[in-house]
């Protein structure tokens, strides 16, 4: 197993030990968890990294990953999350929504209750758009009820960017034009534009995952979206995180991780339930 | 990764082997492989909730000293389950043989325990009982 | 469209009740939803510490339990530390994993400790402590546990040590872990631990 060094020199030999051991690294210092059945995809990132460290070894990259030098945690970790947000992105979670969640929510519910959807971090809105769309397309109930979506982050530059709603050609690589067609119109030099009633429709807000008291006023959520933010924080930081999301949902509220990502690692408050088309965790249910 | 030159033959069953460090998972598992069994293995409680529910196991071994859902938790989880993991038997492997952690693995559920280390004989010998599997 | 978007976040007492003073006296509320928030509120403040402490030692309730040891988290500083320290060696196993999960998370301040913890006569708070390790950089690492690995007559502290140094040991920890495999040689499992940390720490550059 020795993948071509990237830059043309002397290729750096990694063994199943080595993967072994970056896999432990890597669960219990982010919480993402891969096995056996995602090896390559581990190699070729790992070929990456140690090339564009210039590690003469394994051990080498190792320590350098250890210490974190040069941010090189962060680094892996977004090798690893191919870290860019388009429009359905991880959809079989939003599938999950769709196919499990939502009955199960509303069973809980009375006539007239609001479902509450959140999106945190929503990044430039793709997450929460992509929600409301296919809530729309998949859902046949979407009409019968009050669905409230809100969607934060703490990069205010990004929210402007959330509302304005305007995107290029890749972020939609995922839709069908008849998708497309339906909820965007096209502006100037091949960027799209999301539907207005949408863009009214969600309430984009700033908010800070790891401050208890900007979380505190977030309330009675049934389903939470935290998806590949989770892994870039410090323990501390995770387990802050963690109990504030706790208290945003309801009782019986799910959260959606990144489909690499465990509540294992993160925090003891969740359930776990597996649906045929995600893991999601739970707050329990009222007692 | 186990070195075994023995013709493949019907398995003797199915075991998730639960502990967060890899070294007592990989030992397990060369252990119980050479014996013939299939083992599968989760770093914690909460991986082997998912586990269990997703296939069936003859047997889960789960240390009792893991962050997150420690083995007692979890063996009391899997007890309250639906009926098909509930009865899924489990062994605790413990680091004392005080009489606390006997009557705990007990009260938790677990069908028998074991203290760390753990020969190869007594892993294969447990493992032989609890799955029912012939010797 | 079915959505709706109101303006506020959400049921909100949330500004009014995040600006008070946390009122300490909400850790021995019966209530332990009360306690929950209470606990979640103690932002980081040094002198809650002995309250804490106190809560923490009665109470119950796993998951306040879990929010008392966040909010000595989130203070972080010795008292903090020493607060926790007594849970290494409760009885219940749960307890001493939330403990060593809440250290692990303080490694500046938990580093002064990690000797003494090391040496301690209870096995079990050995065994805790060699997690601690973890966090530490890969030389002084290699060095405590090799030391720890040339003294120690517990198979099972050796064994929690030779995981620890499968992740961060360097190869200076060679010879600790040959004479440690030598010393237990007739002792199941430790054999084959070292075996393979040594292959893990020698196999690669």
């Given at each position: 197993m020795?993948?071509?060094?990237?830059?043309?020199?002397?290729?750096?030999?990694?063994?199943?030990?080595?993967?072994?051991?970056?896999?432990?690294?890597?669960?219990?210092?982010?919480g993402?968890?891969?096995d056996?059945s995602?090896?390559?995809y581990?190699?070729?990132?790992?070929?990456?990294?140690?090339?564009?460290?210039?590690?003469?070894?394994?051990?080498?990259?190792?320590?350098?990953?250890?210490?974190?030098a040069?941010?090189?945690i962060?680094h892996?970790v977004?090798?690893?999350?191919?870290?860019?947000?388009?429009?359905?992105?991880?959809?079989?979670?939003l599938?999950?929504?769709?196919?499990?969640?939502?009955?199960d929510?509303?069973?809980?519910?009375?006539a007239?209750d609001?479902?509450?959807?959140?999106?945190?971090?929503?990044?430039?809105?793709?997450?929460?758009?992509?929600?409301?769309?296919?809530?729309?397309?998949?859902?046949?109930?979407v009409?019968?009820?009050n669905?409230?979506?809100?969607?934060?982050?703490?990069?205010?530059?990004?929210?402007?960017?959330?509302?304005?709603?305007?995107?290029?050609?890749?972020?939609?690589?995922?839709?069908?034009?008849?998708?497309?067609?339906?909820?965007?119109?096209?502006?100037?030099?091949?960027?799209?534009?999301?539907?207005?009633?949408?863009?009214?429709s969600?309430?984009?807000?700033?908010?800070?995952?790891?401050?208890?008291?900007?979380?505190?006023?977030?309330?009675?959520?049934?389903?939470?979206?935290c998806?590949?933010?989770?892994?870039?924080?410090?323990?501390?930081?995770?387990?802050?995180?963690?109990?504030?999301l706790?208290?945003?949902?309801?009782?019986?509220?799910?959260?959606?991780?990144?489909?690499?990502?465990?509540?294992?690692?993160?925090?003891?408050?969740?359930?776990?339930r597996?649906?045929?088309?995600?893991?999601?965790?739970?707050?329990?249910?009222?007692? | 990764?186990?070195?075994?030159?023995?013709?493949?033959?019907?398995?003797?069953?199915?075991?998730?082997?639960?502990?967060?460090?890899?070294?007592?998972?990989?030992?397990?598992?060369?252990?119980?492989?050479?014996?013939?069994?299939?083992?599968e293995q989760?770093?914690?409680?909460?991986?082997?909730?998912e586990?269990?529910?997703?296939a069936?196991?003859?047997?889960?071994?789960?240390?009792?000293?893991m962050?997150?859902?420690?083995?007692m938790?979890?063996?009391?989880a899997l007890?309250?389950s639906?009926?098909?993991?509930?009865?899924?038997?489990?062994?605790i492997?413990t680091?004392?043989?005080?009489?606390?952690?006997?009557?705990?693995a007990?009260?938790?559920?677990?069908?028998?325990y074991?203290?760390?280390?753990?020969?190869?004989a007594?892993?294969?010998r447990?493992?032989?009982?609890l799955?029912?599997?012939?010797? | 469209m079915?959505?709706?978007?109101?303006?506020?976040?959400?049921?909100?007492?949330?500004?009014?009740?995040?600006?008070?003073?946390?009122?300490?006296t909400?850790?021995?509320?019966?209530?332990?939803?009360v306690?929950?928030?209470t606990?979640?509120?103690?932002?980081g403040?040094?002198?809650a510490?002995?309250a804490?402490?106190?809560?923490?030692?009665?109470?119950?309730?796993?998951?306040?339990r879990?929010?008392?040891?966040?909010?000595?988290?989130?203070?972080?500083?010795?008292?903090?530390?020493r607060?926790?320290?007594?849970?290494?060696?409760?009885?219940?196993?749960?307890?001493?994993?939330s403990?060593?999960?809440?250290?692990?998370?303080?490694?500046?301040?938990?580093?002064?400790f990690?000797?003494?913890l090391?040496?301690?006569?209870?096995?079990?708070?050995?065994i805790?402590?060699?997690?601690l390790?973890?966090?530490?950089?890969?030389?002084?690492?290699?060095?405590?546990?090799?030391?720890l690995?040339?003294?120690?007559?517990?198979?099972?502290?050796?064994?929690?040590?030779?995981?620890?140094?499968?992740?961060?040991?360097?190869?200076?920890a060679?010879?600790?872990?040959?004479?440690?495999?030598?010393?237990?040689?007739?002792?199941?499992?430790?054999?084959f631990?070292i075996?393979?940390?040594?292959?893990r720490?020698?196999?690669?550059?």
């Amino acid at each position: 197993m020795a993948p071509p060094d990237l830059q043309g020199g002397r290729a750096v030999h990694v063994t199943h030990e080595d993967v072994r051991r970056l896999c432990e690294f890597l669960y219990r210092r982010t919480g993402m968890l891969f096995d056996e059945s995602k090896r390559y995809y581990i190699d070729r990132r790992l070929s990456e990294r140690i090339a564009a460290t210039g590690s003469e070894s394994f051990q080498a990259y190792f320590a350098v990953l250890r210490s974190d030098a040069r941010e090189e945690i962060e680094h892996l970790v977004n090798a690893f999350t191919v870290n860019e947000t388009y429009f359905y992105r991880e959809d079989h979670q939003l599938r999950c929504m769709t196919s499990n969640l939502l009955d199960d929510l509303l069973r809980r519910k009375q006539a007239g209750d609001t479902l509450r959807i959140w999106s945190i971090p929503c990044s430039t809105g793709e997450e929460p758009y992509s929600i409301a769309m296919w809530l729309m397309e998949n859902w046949s109930e979407v009409d019968r009820h009050n669905i409230e979506i809100v969607a934060s982050d703490i990069d205010t530059r990004a929210l402007k960017a959330a509302a304005e709603g305007v995107y290029g050609a890749r972020a939609l690589m995922r839709l069908s034009p008849s998708l497309i067609d339906r909820y965007f119109a096209p502006v100037d030099d091949g960027h799209f534009q999301i539907d207005p009633g949408l863009r009214e429709s969600i309430q984009f807000t700033r908010a800070n995952l790891i401050d208890p008291r900007e979380m505190s006023s977030y309330r009675d959520f049934d389903i939470v979206f935290c998806r590949n933010v989770l892994i870039y924080f410090d323990d501390a930081s995770r387990r802050i995180a963690a109990e504030s999301l706790y208290d945003c949902l309801r009782p019986g509220g799910y959260i959606c991780l990144g489909h690499s990502e465990t509540m294992s690692r993160i925090s003891p408050l969740f359930g776990v339930r597996r649906f045929p088309d995600a893991i999601v965790y739970q707050r329990p249910e009222a007692a | 990764m186990s070195a075994t030159d023995m013709p493949p033959r019907a398995s003797r069953g199915r075991i998730l082997v639960v502990d967060d460090s890899s070294l007592v998972r990989l030992y397990c598992r060369d252990v119980l492989e050479r014996a013939g069994f299939e083992v599968e293995q989760a770093i914690n409680g909460l991986e082997a909730m998912e586990k269990v529910t997703a296939a069936t196991f003859d047997l889960v071994i789960v240390d009792v000293n893991m962050p997150r859902m420690d083995g007692m938790s979890f063996v009391r989880a899997l007890r309250r389950s639906e009926l098909t993991v509930a009865s899924i038997p489990s062994l605790i492997i413990t680091t004392e043989a005080a009489q606390q952690d006997r009557d705990d693995a007990r009260a938790a559920g677990a069908n028998y325990y074991l203290v760390k280390p753990v020969s190869e004989a007594d892993l294969i010998r447990h493992a032989a009982v609890l799955t029912g599997s012939p010797p | 469209m079915p959505f709706v978007r109101r303006g506020a976040t959400g049921e909100a007492d949330g500004t009014a009740a995040a600006e008070a003073a946390p009122q300490l006296t909400g850790l021995t509320n019966p209530d332990p939803e009360v306690r929950w928030a209470t606990a979640r509120r103690i932002g980081g403040i040094a002198a809650a510490v002995p309250a804490l402490a106190t809560a923490l030692e009665a109470e119950q309730n796993l998951r306040v339990r879990e929010a008392l040891m966040t909010a000595l988290m989130r203070v972080g500083d010795g008292a903090s530390v020493r607060a926790l320290l007594p849970y290494l060696r409760a009885q219940d196993a749960a307890l001493r994993s939330s403990a060593i999960e809440t250290l692990q998370a303080l490694p500046d301040a938990v580093s002064p400790f990690i000797n003494t913890l090391l040496a301690d006569a209870d096995p079990d708070v050995r065994i805790l402590a060699t997690e601690l390790v973890r966090n530490i950089p890969a030389d002084r690492a290699t060095r405590i546990l090799s030391d720890l690995l040339e003294q120690e007559l517990q198979p099972n502290v050796c064994a929690a040590a030779v995981d620890v140094l499968a992740e961060v040991g360097t190869r200076d920890a060679l010879p600790a872990l040959r004479a440690c495999a030598e010393r237990f040689r007739d002792t199941p499992f430790l054999p084959f631990a070292i075996a393979t940390t040594i292959g893990r720490i020698a196999s690669s550059g």
